[in-house]
T-cell receptor, first 114, second 111 residues
């Protein structure tokens, strides 16, 4: 069985400071992992994905995430937050083989203060 | 590519009425997903299709909800009769081997 846990429901940072959104997963096989972002009143947009290639994954808008198998983590980071980064972020673990179902975290709301 | 297209963008309806939400997946994608998002429950998978066949509908909340995919380029989610607690944003997504691509959603308000 697969599961995903986002460790913080809300994160608040100041503009220009680093962002860390934490995600732990559970999977009985090598997972596919994703981060999605949802801006207020908007749809869901893929930020980045890990699919068993390089463990450090770079995404859009300066975000990146590192897959750490020993820690079963896939934390999302960004060196310097922008006001436009304020949004809801979802960590997602993907089904393997013919199981197309994604398992979604509950989301982390990121606030960026001026 | 036009992406996943959902219609309507907004729907306001009276309790008891039938509501039909529509989705056109990305051409060539063979999996389609319907999600519901609310403040209270977050993002919930309702049902997904592979090659037009429903695979997992365990997330469909009640018999009032039904979904069809008559062909590879079209799917509907129907609620009959609608209730105020069905008010939510409904997302459609599609994929093949890569990650899911989402539509812009339909914001449903049942009054």
């Amino acid at each position: 069985a697969q599961s995903v846990t986002q460790l913080d429901s809300h994160v608040s940072v100041s503009e220009g400071t680093p962002v860390l959104l934490r995600c732990n997963y559970s999977s009985s096989y090598s997972p596919s992992l994703f981060w999605y972002v949802q801006h207020p009143n908007k749809g869901l947009q893929l930020l980045l994905k890990y699919t068993s290639a390089a463990t450090l994954v770079k995404g859009i808008n300066g975000f990146e995430a590192e897959f750490k198998k020993s820690e079963t983590s896939f934390h999302l980071t960004k060196p310097s937050a922008h006001m436009s980064d304020a949004a809801e972020y979802f960590c997602v673990v993907g089904g393997a083989g013919n199981n197309r179902k994604l398992i979604w975290g509950l989301g982390t709301s990121l606030a960026v203060n001026p | 590519d036009a992406g996943v297209i959902q219609s309507p963008r907004h729907e306001v309806t009276e309790m008891g009425q039938e509501v039909t939400l529509r989705c056109k997946p990305i051409s060539g994608h063979n999996s389609l997903f319907w999600y519901r998002q609310t403040m209270m429950r977050g993002l919930e998978l309702l049902i997904y299709f592979n090659n037009n066949v429903p695979i997992d509908d365990s997330g469909m909340p009640e018999d009032r909800f039904s979904a069809k995919m008559p062909n590879a380029s079209f799917s509907t989610l129907k609620i009959q009769p609608s209730e105020p607690r069905d008010s939510a944003v409904y997302f459609c997504a599609s994929r093949t081997d890569g990650p899911q691509t989402f539509g812009s959603g339909t914001r449903l308000t049942v009054v």
